[in-house]
């Protein structure tokens, strides 16, 4: 079964601290990954997306790796600022089947002061 | 949110009761999406459009129906709500399949008593 698996749950950090969220699957056959950011009460926003050649790819403060071996993923943010409270997700999207996106469950991020 | 609106942003209705939930873009894609949001899920897709008059079902299609009549709008129907349907419900849309960043809605906040 196609699934995705977010670690941690949640995490809490002090403000200006780096912060890794992990991200592991089992889709195939695979297609890409991307990372989402969800502030609270509002949509999903993208981050990043990467495909199965790409090792890693930065948006200013977040960097996401991919092992498309050992299938896992991670979500790097450098010098964390408050505005970075918000659940991050990972989706991973399947060249076939009826829904080729697959969602995890996502990590809740709160930075604090 | 990418030329995206969903009306209403809240709604608390009772049990058995039909309820519409509207989604509309100005970005012309093709697909469009209906998601539903619960805690210790992640979004989990209840059907889909490719084009007008388009659609297919999702993961968790049972009790929801949609129309798409406009390439603009695309409509999410509870014939008959339950409390299982209390959720928060996201619309999305995208130019591909799979291939293209989703860009996601505001929400919509539905309470079913």
């Known amino acids: 079964k196609n699934q995705v698996e977010q670690s941690p749950q949640s995490l809490i950090i002090l403000e200006g601290k780096n912060c890794t969220l992990q991200c592991n699957y089992t889709v195939s056959p695979f297609s890409n990954l991307r990372w989402y950011k969800q502030d609270t009460g509002r949509g999903p926003v993208s981050l990043t997306i990467m495909t199965f050649s790409e090792n890693t790819k930065s948006n200013g403060r977040y960097t996401a790796t991919l092992d498309a071996d050992t299938k896992q993923s991670s979500l790097h943010i450098t010098a964390s600022q408050l505005s970075d409270s918000a659940s991050y997700i990972c989706?991973?999207?399947?060249?076939?089947?009826?829904?080729?996106?697959?969602f995890g469950k996502g990590t809740r991020l709160s930075v604090i002061a | 949110d990418a030329g995206i609106t969903q009306s209403p942003r809240h709604k608390v209705t009772e049990t058995g009761t039909p309820v519409t939930l509207r989604c509309h873009q100005t970005e012309n894609h093709r697909y469009m999406y209906w998601y539903r949001q619960d805690p210790g899920h992640g979004l989990r897709l209840i059907h889909y459009?490719?084009?007008?008059?388009?659609?297919d079902k999702g993961e968790v299609s049972d009790g929801y129906s949609v129309s798409r009549s406009k390439t603009e709008d695309f409509l999410l129907t509870l014939e008959s709500a339950t409390s299982s349907q209390t959720s928060v419900y996201f619309c999305?849309?995208?130019?591909?399949?799979?291939?293209?960043?989703?860009?996601f809605g505001p929400g919509t906040r539905l309470t079913v008593l």
């Open positions: 459009s490719y084009g007008v008059k388009d659609t």
């Open positions: 989706v991973v999207t399947s060249n076939s089947g009826n829904t080729p996106l697959v």
């Open positions: 999305a849309i995208s130019e591909s399949r799979g291939k293209d960043t989703q860009y």
